[in-house]
């Protein structure tokens, strides 16, 4: 399979636990990005990374919420203490590059969390 | 303060007919266009996008057109079929090419 593989596809926590979500992006891909899809919302942009680097993390909240992208393995992102509110599809896409003329990115299918 | 906005919640055609998906953007500085298209319960797939120097790209039954004097493009699907019933994503890149903004979608239903 060459697609974006997320892990796992559902997760369920109570309030107070960590969640940890798994992102391997497609083979040759090596940028990826973190959006979350809350209820009745769009996808809003969370993180985006490089090997090692973070590029670019406007849309993370500044508490609990973290992620890398480690020379070997996935991406992570990582929500410490949940709460009801991070309720959430969370999605991850990648890219070969920011050269890639048409900015189009490959999405997987989602870590659907639910905070109990 | 959203940036990329589609204003229809949803919208219903019958089949065979046109669909007509409408997106309002604010930022200037975006050079490419998006349309993303998403079935329940997976991720989002590209469907076809269009850089800000053109008006129009076309690709089978799908058409993008961009109007920048009014900030306004829109996805034209004809003839519509029932298996384009999904919820659509429009999305803009700025010219940083950092990410994707997404506007929140319109549920599409092709009835037969």
């Known amino acids: 399979n060459a697609g974006v593989m997320q892990n796992p596809r559902h997760l369920v926590r109570r309030r107070g636990q960590e969640a940890r979500l798994r992102c391997s992006p497609m083979?040759?891909?090596?940028?990826v990005y973190w959006y979350r899809q809350l209820p009745e919302e769009g996808l809003k942009f969370m993180v985006y990374?490089?090997?090692?680097?973070?590029?670019?993390e406007s849309g993370m909240p500044k508490e609990r919420f973290s992620a890398e992208f480690p020379k070997e393995g996935p991406s992570i992102l990582r929500i410490q203490q949940v709460v009801r509110g991070d309720s959430a599809a969370y999605f991850c896409?990648?890219?070969?590059?920011?050269?890639?003329?048409?900015?189009?990115?490959?999405f997987g299918e989602g870590s659907r969390l639910t905070v109990l | 303060d959203q940036q990329v906005k589609q204003n229809s919640p949803s919208l219903s055609v019958q089949e065979g007919r046109i669909s007509i998906l409408n997106c309002d953007y604010t930022n200037s500085m975006f050079d490419y266009f998006l349309w993303y298209k998403k079935y329940p319960a997976e991720g989002p797939t590209f469907l076809i996008s269009?850089?800000?120097?053109?008006d129009k790209n076309e690709d089978g039954r799908f058409t993008v057109f961009l109007n920048k004097s009014a900030k306004h493009l829109s996805l034209h699907i004809v003839p519509s079929q029932p298996g384009d019933s999904a919820v659509y994503f429009c999305a803009a890149r700025d010219q940083a090419g950092t990410a994707l903004i997404f506007g929140k979608g319109t549920t599409l239903s092709v009835s037969s």
């Open positions: 896409a990648s890219s070969p590059g920011t050269s890639v003329s048409t900015g189009e990115l490959f």
């Open positions: 269009i850089s800000s120097i053109k």
């Open positions: 990374l490089q090997k090692e680097n973070i590029i670019d």
């Open positions: 083979k040759g891909h090596s940028h």
